[in-house]
């Protein structure tokens, strides 16, 4: 299961930014990075909490259409992925106090789900249907499974042409 790499470092919750990391032997790769504490909100939000929520899947798809999956399911999947089909170690950690720093983030580690330019999950990794609720009638064992294999895919193709894999 993956490690949360300091979880009370700072002390929690803490606005700023975190990544998730797959590790190979001797480096690591950007799975994904957030913000946390970015927007007003009545209840602060931390960013282990962002990572708790992602690693757990909280929520499968939240559009207005509810025809695309959700970032926490996107990330927590691609954890399950390196770590349970690939067999590699994931690890969250949290790199920054300031949550506007996430676009820097991105562009130097260079994340495999995100585009660089705005720091967004790559549509592909939505499995978008363009039918409404697509994913919102598909809350079951079965459609869990079905979204995940959608995701795995689009991984498997991603890493196959990502040198930082080979």
């Known amino acids: 299961?993956?490690?949360?790499?300091n979880p009370n470092s700072p002390v929690q919750p803490q606005p700023g930014v975190y990544a998730w990391y797959v590790?190979?032997?001797?480096?690591?790769?950007?799975i994904y990075v957030g913000n946390a504490g970015a927007r007003n909100s009545c209840l602060r939000k931390g960013t282990l909490y962002r990572?708790?929520?992602?690693?757990?899947?909280?929520?499968?798809?939240?559009?207005?259409?509810r025809d695309?999956?959700?970032?926490?399911?996107?990330?927590?999947?691609?954890?399950?992925?390196?770590?349970?089909k690939r067999?590699?170690?994931?690890?969250w950690r949290?790199?920054?106090?300031?949550?506007n720093e996430e676009i820097k983030y991105v562009r130097d580690l260079k994340p495999v789900l995100q585009n660089e330019s705005n720091a967004a999950i790559r549509r592909d990794y939505k499995v978008k249907k363009g039918v409404k609720d697509?994913?919102?009638?598909?809350?079951t064992k079965e459609g869990v499974e079905e979204a995940e294999r959608e995701v795995f895919s689009v991984l498997d193709k991603a890493i196959s042409n990502d040198p930082r894999f080979h």
């Open 1 to 5: 299961m993956a490690t949360f790499e």
């Open 23 to 30: 590790q190979r032997t001797g480096y690591e790769i950007a």
């Open 51 to 65: 990572g708790a929520s992602e690693l757990q899947r909280s929520i499968f798809t939240s559009n207005s259409a």
């Open 68 to 84: 695309e999956l959700d970032t926490d399911f996107v990330v927590g999947t691609a954890v399950l992925y390196f770590e349970e």
């Open 87 to 91: 067999g590699w170690p994931c690890v």
């Open 94 to 99: 949290h790199i920054s106090d300031d949550p």
């Open 134 to 139: 697509y994913w919102y009638q598909r809350r």
